[in-house]
């Protein structure tokens, strides 16, 4: 009796195929969001819109098996790690050695000096942010360039909040140090005492 019970309780709390989102609102609401996240733990540049679309190919496989036990971003962004680590893995099989470029954030300047110095700028991102280990990268790049809140990695992650918090401080750390060594070597180059 308890066990029927317990089932029908699910059942009722499970999404309907009507309470499913569409492949294409799900695209369409969180392709930048997916986009974002390939590039920022670990896709590289020229494999970007490989692994996006690897993403939405599993999204669309597994749509209909999305339980609504979290929210569709939460999902999202589950698949999206799983696909970026699964390509990580890959390239570093290859042995690929090529530094990539991060791909514009932002608008990009309107005068060639401003677009070299912007991809200068996310070039070295993109090398900050490689030196983190995985886990201190996620919460680093959660946090600071998603403006996500630690209750909101948690959601995500599936990590407790101390260790979010404690990820957080370290790739900060991590992140400042790194970037002090870079201003550094730049200093140096250019003759700066």
């Known amino acids: 009796m308890?066990?029927?019970?317990?089932?029908?309780?699910?059942?009722?709390?499970?999404p309907t195929t009507d309470d499913l989102p569409?492949?294409?609102a799900v695209y369409q609401q969180h392709f930048d969001f997916v986009w974002r996240l390939a590039r920022r733990?670990?896709?590289?540049?020229?494999?970007?819109?490989?692994?996006?679309?690897?993403?939405?190919?599993v999204v669309h496989r597994k749509l209909g098996d999305f339980e609504g036990r979290s929210s569709v971003r939460t999902w999202l962004y589950g698949i999206?790690?799983?696909?970026?680590a699964d390509h990580r893995k890959k390239r570093?099989?290859?042995?690929?050695?090529?530094?990539?470029?991060?791909?514009?954030?932002?608008?990009?300047?309107?005068?060639?000096?401003?677009?070299?110095a912007q991809s200068q700028r996310l070039a070295q991102l993109r090398?900050?942010?490689?030196?983190?280990?995985?886990?201190q990268r996620e919460v680093f790049v959660l946090s600071e360039l998603e403006q996500m809140s630690a209750p909101e990695i948690v959601e995500l992650t599936g990590a407790k909040l101390n260790t979010v918090y404690s990820r957080l401080r370290l790739a900060r750390r991590a992140f400042e140090r790194a970037l002090a060594r870079m201003r550094a070597i730049e200093a140096k180059e250019?003759?700066?005492?």
């Open 2 to 14: 308890l066990t029927a019970t317990a089932e029908a309780a699910a059942h009722a709390a499970a």
């Open 92 to 116: 570093s099989r290859r042995r690929e050695t090529a530094i990539d470029e991060a791909g514009p954030v932002e608008a990009p300047a309107a005068d060639p000096e401003g677009k070299a």
């Open 22 to 24: 569409t492949f294409d």
């Open 190 to 193: 250019r003759g700066d005492s």
């Open 41 to 57: 733990f670990g896709a590289e540049e020229g494999a970007v819109d490989d692994v996006v679309q690897d993403v939405f190919v």
């Open 127 to 135: 090398e900050l942010l490689d030196q983190l280990p995985d886990e």
């Open 80 to 84: 999206a790690r799983r696909v970026v």
